[in-house]
């Protein structure tokens, strides 16, 4: 009972940020995203009989008293005290996502899990994403559950919230529902359906200080939260159109646009959240300034400090060399839009 799976990240082209449940991850608005081909995680499950417990190894990290952690590919040890509770945190809900599954396939064998991002963690770019995507689906073939792509994506919200998304295929949009069975994402386009590129430029690697699942609890404390729901299904209507007409341009000012609004709703939340370090205002002043100049790139942030850019297919060439010439961009990730999860004959161990 072993299945592997590769899921992508996303980036989310209107956000979510507040939940109706947390115990459900529903969300407080829809949101619109785009899977990454060059952000993924790859996972492997196995459950067996002969496991007398379940194992759980996150990029490396394999035992929980003493973790060996790797940071964008660089081994660090020992963790300091906050790096090892995230560690911690992680196997937990892993653990607690096997268990969803073992209940929903009337299993009760332990699992070997390996899982590995090819991207930093936990900086921004949506790894909880393309982490728990491929959990599910791995974790629900090695089970022999028989799930839709509906019922995959409700599954992984239970885990990471934006992890529905990573399910379909392409762009699509997260329904935020009101029931667990009305909240999942659809695929709105196939991934060949409009050659926008996401250029990620990396500016720090270390993790961020406050997890996303923390700051979605400080939402409502901002006195412009309830303003931003307001208007959120206009903005949603909105950009389906673009997105359906493909206005690159009013398409990008909008995603920009969006991504300040939720930022403004964290640094007016009560503690406010800060996420962005230096580099990422120096990205997006050069985004600002390529404008200018008539080029066409918009920004757009998670809850993170590494930043996005959104692009033409025929200005990617272009861009990425000026992002490399930013002092504070120590990598960048080129990524088109990509399937969703899918499994994989090509096991971690």
């Given at each position: 009972?072993?299945?592997?799976?590769?899921?992508?990240?996303?980036?989310?082209?209107?956000?979510?940020?507040?939940?109706?449940?947390?115990?459900?991850?529903?969300?407080?608005?829809?949101?619109?995203?785009?899977?990454?081909s060059?952000?993924f995680?790859?996972?492997?499950?196995?459950?067996?009989?002969?496991?007398?417990?379940?194992k759980?190894?996150?990029?490396k990290?394999?035992?929980?008293?003493q973790?060996?952690?790797?940071r964008?590919?660089?081994?660090?040890?020992?963790?300091?005290?906050?790096?090892?509770?995230?560690?911690?945190?992680?196997?937990?809900?892993?653990?607690?996502?096997?268990?969803?599954?073992?209940?929903?396939?009337?299993?009760?064998l332990?699992a070997?899990?390996?899982?590995?991002?090819?991207?930093?963690?936990?900086?921004?770019?949506?790894?909880?994403?393309?982490?728990?995507?491929?959990?599910?689906?791995?974790?629900?073939?090695?089970?022999?559950?028989?799930?839709?792509?509906?019922?995959?994506s409700?599954?992984?919200?239970?885990?990471?919230?934006?992890?529905?998304?990573?399910?379909?295929?392409?762009?699509?949009e997260?329904?935020?529902?009101?029931?667990?069975?009305?909240?999942?994402?659809v695929?709105?386009?196939?991934?060949?359906?409009w050659?926008?590129?996401?250029?990620v430029?990396?500016?720090?690697?270390?993790?961020?200080?406050?997890?996303?699942?923390?700051?979605?609890?400080?939402?409502?404390?901002?006195?412009?939260f309830?303003?931003?729901?307001?208007?959120m299904?206009?903005?949603?209507?909105?950009?389906?159109?673009?997105l359906?007409?493909?206005?690159?341009?009013?398409?990008?000012?909008?995603?920009?646009?969006?991504?300040?609004?939720?930022?403004?709703?964290?640094?007016?939340?009560?503690?406010?959240?800060i996420?962005?370090?230096?580099?990422?205002?120096?990205?997006?002043?050069?985004?600002?300034?390529?404008?200018?100049?008539?080029?066409?790139?918009y920004?757009?942030?998670?809850?993170?400090?590494?930043?996005?850019?959104?692009?033409?297919?025929?200005?990617?060439?272009?861009?990425?060399?000026?992002?490399?010439?930013?002092p504070?961009?120590?990598?960048?990730?080129?990524?088109?839009?990509?399937?969703?999860?899918?499994?994989s004959?090509?096991?971690?161990?």
């Amino acid at each position: 009972m072993k299945a592997t799976a590769i899921a992508p990240s996303n980036i989310a082209f209107i956000k979510y940020w507040g939940v109706k449940d947390a115990l459900l991850r529903l969300p407080a608005n829809n949101s619109i995203s785009m899977n990454l081909s060059n952000l993924f995680t790859t996972t492997t499950v196995e459950f067996s009989q002969d496991f007398k417990e379940d194992k759980v190894v996150i990029n490396k990290s394999i035992n929980p008293s003493q973790p060996p952690l790797v940071r964008g590919g660089v081994l660090v040890s020992p963790p300091d005290k906050g790096e090892l509770e995230g560690v911690l945190v992680a196997r937990d809900r892993v653990i607690t996502h096997l268990d969803r599954i073992r209940s929903l396939a009337k299993i009760s064998l332990k699992a070997k899990v390996v899982s590995v991002n090819n991207f930093p963690t936990g900086t921004g770019l949506s790894s909880s994403a393309s982490g728990f995507a491929a959990l599910t689906t791995a974790a629900a073939a090695a089970a022999g559950l028989k799930l839709s792509e509906k019922d995959l994506s409700i599954l992984a919200r239970l885990g990471s919230g934006s992890a529905c998304r990573s399910i379909p295929d392409g762009f699509t949009e997260w329904i935020q529902g009101e029931t667990n069975e009305t909240s999942y994402a659809v695929s709105l386009y196939p991934p060949d359906y409009w050659d926008i590129v996401d250029i990620v430029a990396v500016v720090s690697i270390g993790p961020k200080d406050v997890p996303t699942s923390q700051g979605q609890k400080l939402a409502k404390s901002s006195p412009f939260f309830s303003v931003r729901l307001k208007h959120m299904h206009e903005k949603i209507k909105t950009i389906k159109k673009y997105l359906k007409e493909k206005k690159f341009t009013l398409l990008g000012e909008l995603i920009e646009y969006e991504a300040l609004e939720l930022h403004a709703i964290m640094l007016t939340s009560n503690p406010s959240l800060i996420y962005w370090l230096p580099g990422t205002i120096s990205v997006m002043k050069k985004v600002q300034k390529w404008r200018k100049e008539g080029i066409q790139a918009y920004f757009t942030v998670n809850t993170g400090q590494d930043i996005h850019i959104i692009c033409q297919k025929k200005d990617a060439e272009k861009i990425s060399k000026l992002i490399k010439e930013i002092p504070e961009v120590k990598q960048i990730i080129i990524n088109y839009p990509s399937k969703g999860s899918r499994l994989s004959l090509d096991h971690l161990f």
